[in-house]
């Protein structure tokens, strides 16, 4: 490669000043996502900027440059002419050690000085988890970064964005918020649990397929999926309550009368704030609580979601967020029978309750899943709150007051 070309890919990757010293002699590559989202930087939205910056979601705020946990390299050193593979695998997630999407040490041939060249694909290993994001072809994504490494003994560190727009770069932007959750909560279904994200330019409404196990993030000019960390996230928490529940799963949003008072903007039935059956509600508030933990923290008590539908923006995932009351189906959606329905909203809050105020672990909440009956479209609450009666603990504290108490889903 001449320099002129060396030129534009340093352009096109960043290569961060950044430059540390390994503990021995070798060379160490470090990668970063540079992040393009619609919901970052909502601390300056309304209705955000009527509160306290900090009172917003807290992780993400600016498209910055994110670590690259456990994506998946191959580096190769120029030798004697010829690109030769030194190295190839899962770069490191950071879960619990510093130096975060970074390779090992290499030291492959004594001389470290020199061409290389990095290879990044689309797909990640985080937690011992895998994603995987690929287009409707099945094709991961792929870029690589040519770089002259002028010393040895340093960690050089690429800051990474595919190209700069269109499908290699969405793949790679849907990889990168997909790996944030599970870092922070896997729930401990590590190693078994694959996500598969297949992102598709055409058409609309991103959704998770039960029968494949696949995402579909449907990236358009009127729905753009990839560039939206709450979607990527949500269609997220469907597939991991799925791998909890297996064949308990339910998600029936088929009911079709909202009641009245709570029919929500678009007359939606489908919603945050529209009255379903409790199965879609439990299942629906489930995702949006997967997305919220994702960027929020859970050591303190705030929440905040942005929303991609009905005009909500940011939704108060804690408590009361302007027209979305607590107890959201026992206010609003009166005129007809609460009995079996549900509201995503209240099931939402309540699971943000059990995490924050209760301290409820991932853990706990996997297993009053796994060990509670299998339920209909209707009867979720009772199967869930026997479960917890059973469970007892901090769980069942928690469920009974404030979590149940103050979001009434108990119908
Ligand atoms: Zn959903």
């Known amino acids: 490669m001449n320099k002129n070309l060396l030129f534009v890919a340093l352009v096109a990757f960043g290569l961060v000043g950044a430059m540390t010293t390994p503990a021995e002699a070798a060379v160490q590559f470090c990668f970063k996502h540079n992040v393009d989202f619609i919901d970052s930087g909502l601390e300056l939205d309304s209705p955000c900027d009527s509160y306290s910056p900090e009172r917003c979601e807290d992780r993400w705020l600016d498209n910055d440059a994110y670590v690259a946990r456990g994506i998946k390299a191959t580096i190769q050193q120029k030798v004697s002419g010829v690109y030769t593979e030194i190295w190839s695998g899962y770069v490191d997630d950071g879960n619990g050690t510093d130096g975060a999407g970074c390779t090992p040490d290499l030291d492959p041939a004594g001389v470290n000085t020199g061409w290389y060249k990095l290879t990044l694909e689309s797909k990640a290993k985080v937690n011992g988890d895998y994603v995987y994001v690929r287009d409707a072809s099945n094709a991961l994504a792929m870029a690589t970064i040519v770089s002259y490494i002028g010393s040895d003994n340093t960690t050089y560190t690429y800051s990474f964005s595919g190209t700069s727009s269109g499908l290699t770069f969405e793949r790679f932007n849907v990889l990168s918020a997909a790996t944030q959750p599970l870092w922070y909560h896997d729930f401990n279904i590590a190693p078994w649990v694959y996500y598969y994200f297949d992102v598709i330019d055409s058409g609309s409404g991103s959704q998770y397929y039960t029968n494949t196990g696949h995402v579909e993030i449907r990236s358009t000019s009127t729905d753009n999926s990839a560039n939206r960390k709450f979607i990527i996230t949500h269609e997220m928490g469907h597939a991991l309550l799925h791998d909890i529940v297996t064949s308990k799963y339910k998600n029936n ?14 007359g939606n039935n489908h919603a945050v704030d529209t009255k379903e059956y409790q199965s879609a509600a439990m299942n629906e508030g489930f995702a949006h609580y997967y997305a919220s933990i994702a960027f929020n923290r859970t050591d303190q008590d705030d929440c905040y979601f942005h929303h991609w539908k009905e005009s909500r923006g940011t939704v108060d995932c804690e408590d009361t967020g302007g027209s979305l009351v607590e107890a959201y189906m026992l206010n609003r959606c009166y005129a007809t029978s609460q009995s079996g329905r549900g509201v995503e909203l209240d099931w939402w809050r309540t699971y943000w309750d059990l995490r924050v105020k209760g ?25 869930l709150n026997a479960a917890a009666n059973d469970m007892g603990g901090t769980l069942n504290a928690t469920w009974d007051d404030p979590a149940v108490p103050n979001n009434r889903i108990d119908f």
Request: net charge negative; aromatic share 12%; glycine share 6%.
């Open 253 to 266: 949003s088929t009911f079709t009368d909202p009641g009245g008072t709570c029919t929500s903007a678009t």
């Open 359 to 383: 301290s409820v672990t991932d853990q706990d909440m996997r297993t009053w899943f796994q060990t509670a009956d299998s339920w209909t479209d209707t009867d979720v609450y009772s199967k």
